[in-house]
């Protein structure tokens, strides 16, 4: 008897799968001068990161122990080295097809055993996705639901109920004959369900039964009766702001898509993305905007909602989205080293911001005016300095650095843009984001200035968003004990 797709409510690899022969191995010979027909089976797990992890297994001829099970003969003579080139396996499971893209093999091991004229080959594969899919394309897919870690602890932002039928559906082969027996279940469950534009998507927690247990968990479900799926630009957008805004980065590590079924039609999982994953996933979410009590949670859903729309129109133009990679990695790593990283990531987006929209593009004067008074002058220094070596160097920097604002003084000028109040905390952040940036050490007794810097720039990396995306309620001031709220053109501090 074999389990068909029985996980209908949580990812694929929340149990190991293993793919037996015949394979398809995507003209991998023919890259690599190596056969891999002494594979006869692939298993496919999660390792304690949550990362994807398949060994390959088989046996050749002991006859054959010579062969290289890799090919470590590829390089050219005098080449320091080559970049591997990824492939990709197919096999089989069940009725299904499942494919390591990209991926390539490495680390071989082989016994072998004299009695038996056999040798045991084992070898890793190393990917980061992998995909399941049903063989039958003629099937619409009518539902996705995408799968994430490092989710929220706190349920307040789950405001709406919602009920669904549950359906385990197993196949008992024998012969030619197939039968299939049905178990429907339900239950009630909290969601928050959400709309943006011409569809709407639901948010909704994971039972913590699912692997891994020491991460919280949702899924975000898109469907063709609420509107359609999106493209994946604008699914990871919604991850992205849902993640900023309630203070925790979400991490897609799958999704499922079923038919109007609701059977299970193609999935895929994938490595998340987080730095010191259990440490990570064991935090509880910082919250940005007032999160205390269920009805917090409806002005979120309403916060959200009214915002998401702009959030996906600017990410892209003023580089909101790396810049949040380097603030919630800013995170990850011990306080005294955060304020740098901190401090790029905002800066992607004044530099975002100089270029595509402000009105001064922190420059003193429009750059022709100011080749045209400089030109006299960049004469007369050329002839002064026409015997040393670095003359066109001075010229530069005096036509293009001198007009240029300081970056301390470009982020106050950025501030005062997008119409963003800042007081001496700000102030002081930004001066430590200097220091810190050209290498100056901190001594002990400033190691309670640091942890309120750091918190400083945190709240502040999170006000240049909401200010851009036209937030206009309460955001939470963690420079101070007990966590005020205040309006967003009050100061900190």
């Not at 995507?26 to 390792?47: A, D, G, H, Q």
Request: some cysteine.
């Amino acid at each position: 008897m074999e389990d068909y797709w029985k996980h209908c409510n949580w990812e694929i690899l929340a149990e190991p799968i293993e793919i037996l022969e015949p394979f398809d191995f995507e003209n991998y010979y023919e890259k690599y001068k190596t056969p891999l027909e002494w594979i006869s089976s692939i298993k496919i797990k999660r390792n304690k990161q949550y990362k994807i992890s398949a060994i390959a297994r088989g046996f050749t001829p002991l006859s054959a122990r010579g062969f290289t099970l890799l090919p470590f003969d590829q390089q050219k003579e005098g080449e320091v080295g080559k970049l591997i080139e990824y492939v990709s396996i197919k096999g089989t499971k069940g009725s299904s097809t499942v494919e390591l893209n990209p991926c390539y093999v490495e680390s071989p091991e082989q016994q072998h055993n004299l009695l038996k004229d056999t040798t045991k080959n084992k070898a890793s594969i190393t990917t980061y996705k992998i995909k399941k899919y049903n063989n039958n394309d003629k099937i619409s897919k009518k539902v996705l639901k995408e799968w994430y870690i490092n989710a929220p602890h706190s349920p307040r932002y789950l405001v709406d109920n919602a009920c669904e039928e549950i359906k385990n559906v197993r196949i008992c082969k024998k012969g030619n004959i197939e039968d299939r027996y049905e178990r429907d279940g339900g239950g009630f469950y909290h969601t928050i369900h959400l709309k943006y534009e011409h569809f709407e998507f639901i948010i909704t927690p994971i039972k913590d039964h699912f692997e891994p247990t020491w991460s919280k968990k949702i899924s975000i479900e898109y469907r063709e009766d609420l509107g359609g799926i999106p493209d994946e630009n604008i699914r990871e957008a919604i991850a992205e702001f849902f993640g900023f805004l309630i203070g925790k980065k979400v991490s897609l590590i799958g999704h499922t898509y079923y038919d109007d079924k609701g059977s299970t039609i193609e999935a895929m999982a994938c490595n998340p993305n987080i730095f010191n994953i259990h440490n990570e996933c064991s935090k509880p979410e910082i919250d940005l905007i007032p999160m205390k009590c269920a009805e917090d949670g409806k002005i979120f859903k309403k916060i959200f909602e009214e915002l998401l729309p702009e959030y996906i129109k600017i990410r892209t133009k003023f580089s909101i989205r790396e810049a949040l990679m380097k603030y919630w990695f800013s995170q990850t790593i011990p306080r005294d080293e955060a304020l740098p990283i901190l401090s790029s990531g905002l800066e992607m987006i004044m530099k975002a911001w100089f270029k595509t929209k402000s009105p001064t593009g922190a420059i003193y004067m429009p750059q022709d005016i100011y080749d045209e008074k400089m030109s006299p002058i960049i004469k007369t220094i050329l002839e002064i300095f026409k015997e040393n070596q670095h003359k066109e160097k001075i010229k530069n920097k005096l036509m293009y650095n001198v007009n240029q604002m300081g970056v301390n003084e470009r982020f106050f000028v950025f501030f005062d843009e997008i119409g963003l109040s800042y007081g001496d905390v700000e102030k002081k952040a930004i001066k430590e984001r200097h220091s810190f940036a050209h290498g100056d050490l901190f001594q002990k007794e400033e190691i309670n200035d640091l942890i309120k810097n750091d918190a400083a720039y945190s709240i502040l990396f999170g006000k240049v968003i909401l200010q851009l995306l036209g937030y206009k309620g309460k955001y939470i001031d963690r420079t101070v004990l007990g966590f005020p709220e205040k309006e967003m053109q009050e100061k900190m501090g």
